[in-house]
């Protein structure tokens, strides 16, 4: 079946959008405290990602106990820890080495099956994991300079790290939600969910924060984050998955660092070091390994058929 040029569009869009969030990420919270923003992001979004629920599916479908539980748990490790480690990993790292090491999510949600839901690694997908390890083990052990030299750079990209597990959790919770459950469904309950975690912390920042010390301009970063990064993203991507294999979607993952990178140079002024290509590469490579392997595979059957 043939898939038109729009399809890859979006898929690629939503994958720089996200990249872009790094930098995105790293603007706000240098005036916005990191619950504080969130709060306000995950608010601005679950009402907006309501509306259209209601507008789009015509009401909230029936949830179960079981279901109720996993989109909380998807909520606290994709939204609210995952919000965290990233946000406050980007202050300590640079926007570069944050995008690169948050591409490794599908690796990461491949080592949490094999632990967590007993599924097979196979070598293609073993190589994959150990390219995109040594990508990052490139960027930790020689490029990390964070800002301006920070000693606590390191930090930073330890956090991003757990930031990609906490994503990982959240895309492995999705396999045990019921079926008759609504991408945009799933993306309005956990913003909500996120909403909600977020929301004593926020108020604790926003009782001792002085309001009319960000611009309109750092106010924009957070509408960003809320309406192009959760929104929108999150419109693009599910546009394009379900009209494409998932390994056809996984291969448009290695937009993200790509995105951020040059978002970073651009933007951030960061400088492009050779580390930081060789880490790229390596990454990317694993990336494509791990799809192409499942691509493979679901061709080999085809045939068999």
Avoid at 149 to 176: R, W
Avoid at 272 to 301: C, M, N, P, R
Wanted: aromatic share 12%.
């Amino acid at each position: 079946m043939r898939n038109p040029i729009s399809v890859y569009f979006s898929l690629a869009l939503a994958m720089a959008i996200v990249g872009s969030s790094v930098v995105v990420g790293k603007l706000m919270v240098k005036t916005i405290p990191v619950f504080l923003s969130s709060g306000i992001r995950f608010f601005i979004a679950a009402a907006v990602l309501m509306i259209l629920l209601f507008w789009i599916e015509k009401g909230i479908p029936a949830l179960s106990k079981k279901d109720v539980f996993v989109l909380l748990l998807q909520s606290f490790t994709g939204v609210f820890l995952f919000s965290i480690c990233m946000l406050y990993g980007v202050k300590l790292t640079t926007g570069m080495e944050s995008g690169i090491i948050t591409s490794t999510t599908p690796m990461a949600v491949g080592i949490l099956a094999f632990f967590l839901l007993k599924e097979k690694i196979e070598k293609r997908m073993a190589a994959g994991i150990v390219l995109a390890v040594i990508g990052v083990m490139a960027i930790n052990l020689f490029g990390a300079g964070g800002e301006a030299g920070s000693p606590y750079a390191l930090m930073g990209n330890l956090l991003i790290a757990a930031a990609v597990i906490g994503e990982a959790m959240f895309t492995l919770m999705a396999k045990l939600l019921s079926p008759h459950i609504s991408a945009l469904a799933i993306s309005a309950f956990v913003s909500l969910f996120g909403f909600l975690f977020f929301l004593p912390f926020a108020v604790i920042e926003a009782v001792s924060f002085d309001f009319s010390v960000p611009g309109l301009l750092d106010w924009s970063y957070v509408l960003y984050y809320a309406l192009i990064v959760t929104v929108l993203a999150f419109y693009l991507w599910y546009n394009g998955v379900t009209k494409v294999p998932a390994s056809v979607s996984g291969i448009f993952t290695s937009v993200l660092p790509v995105s951020a990178v040059v978002l970073s140079g651009v933007i951030l002024k960061e400088q492009f070091t050779l580390v930081h290509l060789t880490g790229i590469v390596f990454v990317i490579a694993g990336i494509f390994i791990t799809v192409l392997k499942k691509e493979q595979k679901k061709d080999s059957g085809k045939l068999a058929s």
